[in-house]
């Protein structure tokens, strides 16, 4: 009995461990830190070009979040290439009330 149940267990962790076949192409533009290492961070117009050709985005958001992301590059805030890209990947202001989109980028807490 406790064979059975071992092996039970084992083929249940073989299927949770195994990556989902074409989980790679299901996976929307963009959303891959190590997919995006080529997107042009250091010029305010390039990064907003790119990502309106990656998702369907805000321009003034895209705008607001380069900003945001120098503020913090000079802060000391975000050091590595991979940090920057996986910040400006992030719409933050579908992570706010309604009430605090306009302010998703401020350096101020949001309630």
Do not use: C, K
Request: proline share 6%; aromatic share 10%; no cysteine.
């Amino acid at each position: 009995m406790r064979h059975s149940v071992f092996a039970v267990a084992a083929a249940i962790g073989i299927v949770l461990a195994a990556p989902a076949a074409g989980a790679q192409e299901a996976m929307p533009p963009g959303s891959s830190v190590d997919s995006s290492l080529d997107m042009p961070f250091q010029d305010q117009a390039a990064y907003v070009d790119y990502m309106l050709g990656l998702r369907d985005e805000d321009p003034e958001m895209l705008r607001w979040r380069w900003q945001r992301a120098q503020a913090l590059i000079g802060n000391g805030d975000l050091w590595s290439d991979r940090d920057i890209i996986a910040f400006l990947l992030n719409p933050r202001e579908q992570f706010t009330l309604p009430q605090n989109q306009s302010r998703a980028y401020e350096h101020a807490f949001l309630d």
